[in-house]
Nanobody, 123 residues
Framework: QVQLVESGGGLVQAGGSLRLSCAAS???????YGWFRQAPGKEREFVAA????????YYADSVKGRFTISRDNAKNTVYLQMNSLKFEDTAVYYC?????????????????WGQGTQVTVSS
């Protein structure tokens, strides 16, 4: 089992920045960590993913160039640095983990989820 705890959400003005953290615990081997988000009335969507070993990162087109996913293996923590935030980035952000590779953009392929953290961007 893996437990994921997100933090760092909040209210920020458009153009501002936030950094989300996802602290992971547990003994299960994890291959990839991902960030997803869900806005009111919309389906959950892929934001970014990172491989636990190596330098592979992946981004949704909507956040490419503005968001950066990173990890600290020693702290078992994954981060999502969000810059140049837009009103449409407002959503609950979820951290997720999966034990294998495959479709990183598909939320159904992730095995573990955090409880989510709210990000609100005011226009």
């Amino acid at each position: 089992q893996v437990q994921l705890v997100e933090s760092g959400g909040g209210l920020v003005q458009a153009g501002g920045s936030l950094r989300l953290s996802c602290a992971a615990s547990g003994r299960t081997f994890i291959s990839y960590y991902g960030w997803f988000r869900q806005a009111p009335g919309k389906e959950r969507e892929f934001v970014a993913a990172i491989r636990w070993s190596g330098d592979n990162t992946y981004y949704a087109d909507s956040v490419k160039g503005r968001f950066t996913i990173s990890r600290d293996n020693a702290k078992n923590t994954v981060y999502l640095q969000m810059n140049s935030l837009k009103f449409e980035d407002t959503a609950v952000y979820y951290c997720a983990a999966k034990s294998d590779g495959g479709r990183l953009w598909r939320d159904g392929d992730y095995d573990y989820w955090g409880q989510g953290t709210q990000v609100t961007v005011s226009s």
